[in-house]
């Protein structure tokens, strides 16, 4: 959980928003929102005091301008916080309950395992206890065995002298574009269970300052234990009942990179490199210091450099390249984690690691929400995507994240890269951004409600017209009720996700069996 502190201290040059929805009552959103009052404004929101007046006064303009937007974030946020607790216990007894009923056999299993007393009890964190999204969706078929990572990666090509040489997978494939969606929902599970489906190099628990935890989950694979031609890297996303991974979604405090733009600070404290309860860190991380001010940023970081999400990722990735010479990489990740996945070859970039950079095979994330804002994203094009695209943002429907936080015409938070956006039929559209950037009015809620009960329908009889690996289940069923409620939540999911890739056009890649 995230704490508010009041003592941040700007350090040299920074420029930054804090959102602190905690210090001020519902009294005081009201007269901020309604009134624009001064005094409750200042409450919520933090920004440096050592700034030049101009600057100080464009962030006041912004902030201003965008008033309705930061009072409704900070009333989620509210709420969130208030569930919190409700949130956490129901997902331990959600996990517990899925996992009892598949480990019995399901209902009737369990109902003559206890009339026998022959009940098998999960434990969590073994080898068979899976997540909530696991339980949503339990394809883990692309891995079972690696035949077709091999194949897709080291192809042998015959030539005319006898001799053979080596074809590359190409970015942006739709091989390799369901390999990484396999990663991203398999990146909710336990060690126990991804070092059971996959060549497993780490698994990582890395240090989340907005979150105060060890909370930031990652895992290392590469394709064969020697001489590899891949090197996965996929970021755990927002877990379904973790309140306080909504509310980063939700959060709409930033920071600014001199001369490159504005990323979420939410994000980069999940990369663990900085702290807003003492924004110099942010300095000492992101930004190129003279000696007297790094040490000065240096004051507050007990351990961070060796808990931080990105250190770690890039000391490993670091030793990976260098033990497999033929060796790309690419960083996955759904939801938070899609976020994730793309800050981390950003600051690649941002620390000038070219060499790692040039081996960059490709960023593939699903459901991702917006990092940053217009400058971050024609910053980070120019490096991503030419020659060829190495960015792809893949959206399904109605989905909410990747629709936060908040965008216009006029707005901070912007995406970029290259949108692969695949309707409720599961058509794709290659474009700039999805349709409906934000989701609000009347015309997008009733076109959403109905398209969540065609979902539903859909649903039921996916099974009849793909096959088994398709069917759904009841608790997949279940929370498609859900969607009825809250469309843009339904869609989240990564079933749909996966489906979109394996069903979207032109794919006719072999699955490997179970």
Same mark, same amino acid.
């Given at each position: 959980?995230?704490?508010?502190?009041?003592?941040?201290?700007?350090?040299?040059?920074?420029?930054?928003?804090?959102?602190?929805?905690?210090?001020?009552?519902?009294?005081?959103?009201? &007269?901020?929102?309604? /009134?624009? @009052?001064?005094?409750?404004?200042?409450? =919520?929101? *933090?920004?440096?005091?050592?700034?030049? #007046?101009?600057?100080?006064?464009?962030?006041?303009?912004?902030?201003?301008?965008?008033?309705?937007?930061?009072?409704?974030?900070?009333?989620?946020?509210?709420?969130?916080?208030?569930?919190?607790?409700?949130?956490?216990?129901?997902?331990?007894?959600?996990?517990?309950?899925?996992?009892?009923?598949?480990?019995?056999?399901?209902?009737?299993?369990?109902?003559?395992?206890?009339?026998?007393?022959?009940?098998?009890?999960?434990?969590?964190?073994?080898?068979?206890?899976?997540?909530?999204?696991? &339980?949503?969706?339990? /394809?883990? @078929?692309?891995?079972?065995?690696?035949? =077709?990572? *091999?194949?897709?990666?080291?192809?042998? #090509?015959?030539?005319?002298?006898?001799?053979?040489?080596?074809?590359?997978?190409?970015?942006?494939?739709?091989?390799?574009?369901?390999?990484?969606?396999?990663?991203?929902?398999?990146?909710?599970?336990?060690?126990?269970?991804?070092?059971?489906?996959?060549?497993?190099?780490?698994?990582?628990?890395?240090?989340?300052?907005?979150?105060?935890?060890?909370?930031?989950?990652?895992?290392?694979?590469?394709?064969?234990?020697?001489?590899?031609?891949?090197?996965?890297?996929?970021?755990?996303?927002?877990?379904?009942?973790?309140?306080? @991974?909504?509310?980063?979604?939700?959060?709409?405090?930033?920071?600014?990179?001199?001369?490159?733009?504005?990323?979420?600070?939410?994000?980069?404290?999940?990369?663990?490199?900085?702290?807003?309860?003492?924004?110099?860190?942010?300095?000492?991380?992101?930004?190129?210091?003279?000696?007297?001010?790094?040490?000065?940023?240096?004051?507050?970081?007990?351990?961070?450099?060796?808990?931080?999400?990105?250190?770690?990722?890039?000391?490993?990735?670091?030793?990976?390249?260098?033990?497999?010479?033929?060796?790309?990489?690419?960083?996955?990740?759904?939801?938070?984690?899609?976020?994730?996945?793309?800050?981390?070859?950003?600051?690649?970039?941002?620390?000038?690691?070219?060499?790692?950079?040039?081996?960059?095979?490709?960023?593939?994330?699903?459901?991702?929400?917006?990092?940053?804002?217009?400058?971050?994203?024609?910053?980070?094009?120019?490096?991503?995507?030419?020659?060829?695209?190495?960015?792809?943002?893949?959206?399904?429907?109605?989905?909410?994240?990747?629709?936060?936080?908040?965008?216009?015409?006029?707005?901070?938070?912007?995406?970029?890269?290259?949108?692969?956006?695949?309707?409720?039929?599961?058509?794709?559209?290659?474009?700039?951004?999805?349709?409906?950037?934000?989701?609000?009015?009347?015309?997008?809620?009733?076109?959403?409600?109905?398209?969540?009960?065609?979902?539903?329908?859909?649903?039921?009889?996916?099974?009849?017209?793909?096959?088994?690996?398709?069917?759904?289940?009841?608790?997949?069923?279940?929370?498609?009720?859900?969607?009825?409620?809250?469309?843009?939540?339904?869609?989240?999911?990564?079933?749909?996700?996966?489906?979109?890739?394996?069903?979207?056009?032109?794919?006719?890649?072999?699955?490997?069996?179970?």
């Amino acid at each position: 959980m995230h704490q508010d502190n009041s003592g941040s201290n700007p350090g040299p040059g920074s420029n930054y928003l804090i959102v602190r929805p905690h210090r001020g009552g519902y009294r005081d959103l009201f &007269q901020y929102g309604v /009134r624009g @009052d001064e005094t409750s404004k200042n409450k =919520f929101l *933090e920004r440096p005091d050592d700034h030049s #007046d101009r600057t100080t006064s464009v962030i006041n303009v912004q902030a201003d301008d965008r008033r309705w937007v930061i009072v409704v974030s900070i009333l989620v946020r509210k709420i969130i916080g208030l569930l919190r607790t409700p949130m956490e216990y129901t997902g331990l007894v959600v996990d517990f309950v899925l996992n009892l009923l598949s480990a019995n056999g399901g209902l009737l299993g369990l109902v003559l395992g206890l009339i026998k007393a022959k009940v098998v009890i999960p434990e969590r964190g073994s080898v068979d206890f899976v997540s909530t999204i696991g &339980q949503l969706d339990g /394809r883990i @078929d692309l891995y079972k065995g690696w035949s =077709f990572v *091999e194949q897709l990666v080291c192809m042998e #090509d015959s030539v005319s002298s006898g001799s053979s040489r080596r074809v590359g997978i190409e970015p942006g494939s739709r091989g390799l574009v369901d390999l990484c969606v396999m990663a991203s929902k398999l990146a909710y599970e336990n060690a126990k269970v991804v070092e059971n489906v996959m060549n497993l190099v780490e698994f990582l628990d890395c240090w989340n300052d907005y979150q105060k935890q060890m909370s930031t989950q990652v895992f290392i694979l590469t394709d064969k234990e020697k001489d590899a031609d891949l090197i996965l890297i996929s970021f755990r996303g927002t877990e379904p009942f973790d309140a306080d @991974d909504w509310g980063t979604d939700f959060d709409y405090s930033w920071y600014e990179i001199p001369n490159v733009g504005k990323l979420h600070m939410g994000f980069i404290e999940a990369m663990g490199l900085g702290t807003r309860d003492y924004t110099p860190t942010f300095d000492y991380h992101l930004v190129e210091l003279n000696s007297s001010e790094k040490e000065n940023s240096q004051k507050n970081l007990p351990e961070m450099v060796e808990r931080s999400a990105y250190y770690a990722v890039r000391e490993t990735l670091k030793r990976l390249l260098a033990e497999h010479a033929n060796a790309k990489f690419v960083v996955t990740g759904h939801s938070l984690g899609g976020a994730l996945a793309i800050l981390f070859p950003t600051l690649l970039v941002l620390k000038e690691e070219t060499e790692m950079m040039r081996r960059l095979l490709g960023v593939y994330t699903f459901g991702q929400p917006r990092i940053g804002n217009r400058e971050i994203g024609s910053f980070m094009k120019a490096k991503l995507n030419h020659p060829v695209d190495r960015y792809f943002r893949v959206v399904y429907c109605n989905d909410l994240v990747p629709r936060l936080p908040y965008d216009d015409t006029t707005f901070l938070y912007k995406h970029f890269g290259v949108c692969l956006y695949y309707d409720s039929f599961y058509n794709e559209t290659r474009a700039e951004d999805e349709p409906d950037p934000n989701p609000y009015g009347m015309r997008y809620a009733v076109l959403a409600h109905v398209n969540a009960v065609w979902e539903l329908v859909r649903g039921l009889i996916m099974g009849f017209i793909y096959g088994p690996g398709y069917r759904e289940g009841w608790f997949r069923i279940l929370f498609r009720l859900v969607g009825l409620t809250i469309p843009g939540l339904s869609d989240h999911c990564p079933t749909d996700y996966v489906n979109s890739v394996r069903l979207g056009p032109d794919y006719d890649l072999q699955m490997s069996p179970l």
